[in-house]
């Protein structure tokens, strides 16, 4: 297994097959990417390149959630933070939006914390 340290944390991007669908092949990358990140500095590296390359896709951010959180077992980390199984799996695979209040319980649980940056108004 490779070292945290060593593990580029970005998702390639990956093009659309002929009817446009990327999402099978990205979120199997996710699951790769999240198995081997278990430090808390190595899933907030991947979840912060994640949020760069999104764009502001809160899919792909939930999806990367998702991914995290399916790595460390579905079951257990409903049990740690308090949501349960079926809403972790409905909000964070995108069959319902993903509230916010259930993103910060999933980031506390992962030992991570949001923090804002405050940005010029052209958004750099």
Known sequence: ???????????????PDAAGNT???TTFELLELA???????????????????????????ARTLAAIVHAQGVRDFSQRSGV???????????RRPAQFAT???????????LHLTATSRDGR
Do not use: W, Y
């Not at 500095?41 to 951010?61: M, T």
């Not at 993103?103 to 914390?113: M, N, P």
């Open 1 to 15: 297994m490779l070292d945290n340290a060593q593990t580029d944390p970005t998702p390639s991007s990956t093009p």
């Open 23 to 25: 999402a099978h092949k």
């Open 35 to 61: 198995a081997r990140f278990r430090h808390p500095a190595a899933v907030a590296a991947l979840l912060e390149a994640c949020i760069i390359e999104s764009d502001g896709d809160a899919q792909i951010i």
């Open 84 to 94: 349960s199984c079926r809403q972790l799996r409905r909000e964070l695979t995108g």
């Open 103 to 113: 993103v910060l319980q999933v980031t506390r649980t992962l030992g991570l914390s």
